[in-house]
């Protein structure tokens, strides 16, 4: 899977299968961004650390598949499904915070939504941080809806495809 394709303000996207070879810039973006989430338990991983689990998570394709979207020099945001394609759990959406509200994440999620009905999916699945009403209004303007709390901090959203 490739594709390539133009965003708001001009930025052109490629949408490919991550490599375990792209695991740094994937722990370094996910680090980044997740000061915006708002999270009850803050990561508490350094970059070399958090890089080795994506490196592990990158090479066992049966249990996780990340799609990136990428440019000439660098990765402006991921998706990664967990298990099977079919069952639309999503376990992260990251953007580049500099790359926020570009379309992004739009366009992995209509990837997303593309690859699960392929798959004979008819769901997609996300926990969310409660307090992170970013993601929350952006899973309601893609028609998610609230199913449950879980954790106490997470909600847990989905989507009828």
């Known amino acids: 899977m490739s594709s390539s394709v133009t965003l708001k303000g001009g930025l052109n996207v490629k949408v490919r299968w991550a490599k375990v070879e792209d695991a740094a810039r994937i722990a370094r973006l996910e680090l980044n961004s997740s000061v915006y989430e708002n999270r009850s338990v803050p990561f508490n991983y350094t970059h070399p650390q958090f890089t080795k689990l994506w490196e592990q998570r990158l090479s066992q394709e049966n249990e996780y598949k990340t799609v990136i979207a ?92």
């Open 70 to 161: 990428t440019g000439p020099t660098r990765i402006y945001g991921f998706i990664t499904f967990k298990s099977r394609i079919e069952d639309g759990y999503i376990l992260a959406l990251y953007i580049d915070p500099l790359y926020m509200r570009h379309g992004i994440g739009t366009l992995l999620m209509k990837t997303a939504e593309q690859m699960v009905l392929m798959s004979g999916g008819k769901k997609l699945k996300v926990d969310v941080e409660m307090l992170n009403n970013g993601a929350m209004a952006f899973y309601r303007s893609l028609h998610f809806s609230k199913v449950s709390v879980k954790l106490e901090h997470l909600i847990e959203m989905e989507k009828e495809l």
